[in-house]
């Protein structure tokens, strides 16, 4: 039998197993970790990069803390997978973020070593603060830690937590892990004075050797110290950097090499023992040990599956993405119209923003992972007549609401969101689906909110955006588009009007957006079996085109509302709604994302799950009609058990 590549890997069965092991031992199994997240991501793909920047780190961690007791709070949680491995998770590594398999981030439900669930950015210092109140209320002893990149230390809610840590001087232990990249390089000017800090390495060595020599000197070395410590803030500017967060009540420590597992072993054993906040800074390269992805820090950030060997990605065929469509208009539109400014929160690629900040390098703003003030500085551009264009992922807009209600709607301010990543996106998971924004978008007044059947009818959407005067949304699918010719000069739709798609006597399809195509397919599928099913592009969730809508459904008696939103609050609810008022008496079904949050995998593995397939819908729409054919039956005629097709038509036209 072959000797295992992976021998001190194999015997890692839960983490106290990591504390066991010597310098020696810890250096192979940053090895064996490396070795085994490359192989596995290449085949599942996931965020490489930012696990393989935090192997020495976590192994580091590991062996300080007690994990039975101690916690770590990794933020955004997307460089968890060396955590996994050392967790007890080893076997399922390969299942991650997919279907059925375990999470790309931490979740509580997967594991006692999660502490806390995260996906979006910038939430460990606060959890990891609430956890160490906690500990204090309830006399506990443990220590908290948490981990924090570069680039969620330019989210707002960082600071929220570092201030309140300053205040309640807590034992709580804050890692910075410092790459210089959020997705992107970093921006702001807090990434430039970490780069200061960075480019002024030493800090630390001089901090020890100093009392490393003053306790050296017989007799008064440790006295000195002693005095030394009581006149501690005059030290710490003598030697210590990073007074900003000294500043904020933390004793800051670094940086270090992340990389130099001895050194972190020997300086987290250090801040171990102190029992206030610490921010320990530690400089890691993302991607380390791979060579691709260190070249690529940005691409294998989250990387599809690639062939190993050459880190090239394993599916080669490209199609257009809404995304891109978005990006390439965005230009065209901005070439003619100067008051077009774009801003990301720290996505510049996954929304399709580069192309734009290539073009117009002095009208494009990241913002760093920001989403509240990317919505109040778009405010702001658009109350100086400047039209600015916030391109953010349906997730990372729930961070902003407040701001969009506040700063931009009640000001109606013409402040276009491009929200990209609407409805379930695959494999990131519940923490990353764009399941409510038709919900809390539509619950906003004097908002236009639209959704395109695809990627021309995003065009025209996005020049519709740009000639309204109020707050506008426009919210797309993440992934690839229809494949429709796209337009030269595409023009505004008129705002507010749907389109029948497809003409139907027994029931009609209300859908929006991507959805639409899935009704047209499900209505094809019903006229085979002799159900005659029209089908309405909506086009606009709001204002939303109540005289298509009713006219349809009083003709049809029936009304399947079908969205990639959750039921709750959706689409759906508003078009019930409208019945409920104005056409009682017609029956309506709400095909929508269900009132749980969905799961990971495949986008179309789980549109399956939640119904949402063509098949699935037909399946539904037919039991529905069974069953209402047979109560309509009932209530119109007396009759039992008419079924669907000609005769439901009767008996629905009956019913109204
Ligand atoms: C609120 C929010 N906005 C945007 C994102 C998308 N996002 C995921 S990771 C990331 C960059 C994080 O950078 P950093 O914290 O430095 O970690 P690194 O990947 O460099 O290790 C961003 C912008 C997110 N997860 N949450």
Redesign the pocket.
């Known amino acids: 039998m072959s000797a295992s590549a992976t021998p001190i890997l194999d015997r890692i069965r839960a983490p106290k197993d990591v504390r066991s092991l010597d310098m020696a031992q810890l250096q192979q199994l940053a090895q064996e970790l490396r070795m085994e997240t490359v192989e596995v991501i290449s085949q599942v793909g996931g ?1 490489l ?2 696990s393989l ?2 192997v020495e780190l976590t192994l580091a961690l590991f062996s300080v803390l007690d994990l039975d007791r101690d916690k770590i709070v990794w ?2 949680g ?2 968890s997978y060396v955590h996994k491995l050392l967790t007890g998770r080893r076997a399922q590594f390969p299942t991650i973020r997919q279907y059925g398999g375990i999470s790309g981030f931490p979740r509580r439900d997967e594991s006692p070593y999660d502490a806390f669930g995260t ?4 939430t460990s210092i606060s959890a990891a603060l609430g956890m160490a109140v906690a500990r204090d209320l309830q006399g506990q002893h443990y220590k908290v830690v948490a981990v ?6 330019t ?1 707002g809610m960082a600071y929220e937590g570092l201030n309140n840590c300053g205040q309640l001087q807590k034992d709580l232990l804050v890692v910075l ?3 210089a ?3 992107a390089p ?1 921006v702001g000017a807090v990434s430039r004075y970490l780069t200061r800090l960075r480019l002024a390495p030493g800090a630390l060595r001089a901090k020890r050797d100093v009392k490393q020599a003053l306790r050296r000197i017989p007799g008064m070395g440790n006295s000195v110290l002693r005095a030394i410590e009581r006149v501690k803030d005059s030290v710490k500017y003598l030697l210590v950097p990073g007074m900003l967060f000294e500043e904020l009540g933390f004793t800051y420590y670094g940086p270090i090499d992340g990389h130099d597992l001895p050194l972190l072993v020997e300086t987290l054993k250090e801040v171990y023992t102190l029992h206030q906040p610490v921010l320990l800074h530690v400089v ?1 390269k ?1 991607g380390r040990g791979y060579p691709p992805a260190e070249r690529n ?1 940005e691409y294998f ?2 990387t599809s599956p690639f062939v190993l060997a050459t880190g090239e990605p394993k599916e080669n065929g490209h199609t257009v993405t809404y995304t891109e469509v978005f990006g390439k208009t965005l230009v065209q539109l901005a070439e003619k119209d100067p008051r077009i400014v774009a801003i990301t ?3 510049p690629d ?1 929304t399709g923003l580069a192309p734009f900040a290539r073009q117009f390098p002095e009208r494009f703003f990241d913002v760093g ?1 920001a ?1 509240q003030h990317a919505l109040t500085f778009a405010a702001g551009l658009a109350t100086q007549g400047m039209r600015p264009v916030v391109a953010i ?1 349906s ?2 807009l729930q ?1 902003a609401y407040d701001q969009l209600i506040h700063d931009i709607c009640l000001q109606k301010l013409p402040v276009v969101l491009a929200v990209d990543r609407a409805g379930l996106v695959g494999h990131d998971g519940p ?2 689906h764009g399941a409510f924004d038709l919900s809390y978008l539509d619950a906003v007044p004097g908002i236009t909110v639209m959704s395109p059947r695809d990627e021309a009818q995003l065009q025209r959407m996005l020049v519709t955006a740009l000639s309204l005067e109020g707050p506008v949304a426009i919210r797309y699918p993440r992934g690839k588009a229809v494949g429709v010719p796209l337009l030269q000069d595409p023009q505004p739709l008129p705002v507010g009007q749907g389109e029948l798609l497809r003409d139907g006597e027994d029931v009609v399809f209300v859908a929006i957006g991507p959805m639409v195509q899935r009704a047209l397919a499900s209505a094809s599928e019903l006229a085979a079996s002799g159900i005659d099913a029209g089908v309405i592009d909506a086009v606009f969730a709001k204002p939303m085109d109540e005289q298509l809508i009713l006219r349809a459904a009083t003709r049809t008696g029936r009304v399947v509302t079908v969205e990639d939103n959750t039921a709750m609050g959706g689409f759906g609810a508003q078009v019930a709604a409208l019945l409920a008022q104005k056409a009682p008496g017609v029956a309506c079904l709400i095909a929508a994302l269900p009132d749980r949050f969905v799961g990971q995998g495949r986008q179309e593995e789980l549109y399956q799950e939640v119904g949402l397939t063509p098949q699935a819908l037909t399946e539904r729409v037919r039991r529905w009609l069974e069953r209402l054919g047979s109560a309509g039956c009932r209530q119109a005629s007396g009759s039992e058990g008419k079924s669907v097709g000609k005769e439901t038509r009767r008996v629905g036209a009956h019913s109204l």
């Open positions: 965020h990069a930012p920047g935090v933020d955004v997307h460089q996906g979006h950015a910038s924090i990149g570069d680039g969620a230390l989210g892990n410092d790459n990249m959020s997705i970093n890691t993302k820090p950030h989250g929160a720290a996505m996954g992972i989403e992922y997730t990372f961070r923490t990353h």
